[in-house]
């Protein structure tokens, strides 16, 4: 059946919506990066790692914490960052899952945090952690 300018008329039996949408979006680009990515010297992830760590975030991900920047860094590793105050960052090494957590206080000390990401706990221990910085400097 057409309507008066030729478009078909589409019918919607169903709609996913995808959790962490923006997040989701970025593990897709990320997951394309091929070694040598960076100037001949950028390492790329292994996919079925990164698919992984992206399916347990972009699922876990709480709505309280406002959504990092998400970058590869040249060791492969993934790079969270939040443009706020104390600039709070997390490494994340997709190989030994190993989650560093680095800001800054309002004193200008540093914080510093290692988390280890094997299970579903492991996220939300990492989550709670975040929310007492991330939470608090978005006050």
């Known amino acids: 059946m057409t309507h008066g300018i030729g478009f078909k008329k589409l019918y919607v039996n169903n709609i996913d919506v995808i959790k962490n ?24 992830p292994d996919v079925n790692i990164l698919k992984t760590v992206a399916y347990e975030i972009t699922e876990s991900y709480p709505d309280y ?10 060791e492969g590793t993934l790079l969270f960052e939040w443009n706020i105050e104390g600039e709070p960052s997390v490494d994340i090494n997709l190989n030994d899952h190993i989650v560093f957590y680095h800001s800054f206080s309002t004193n200008g000390e540093d914080i510093e945090k290692d988390f280890s990401l094997v299970n579903k706990e ?8 975040l929310s007492l910085y991330i939470q608090s ?3």
């Open 65 to 74: 914490l406002v959504l990092p920047n998400i970058t590869l860094t040249q």
């Open 122 to 129: 492991d996220y939300q221990l990492m989550y709670s952690f």
């Open 137 to 139: 400097e978005l006050s």
């Open 21 to 44: 949408h923006d997040l989701a979006i970025r593990f897709d680009e990320i997951a394309q990066y091929q070694n040598g990515w960076y100037d001949g010297q950028g390492v790329a």
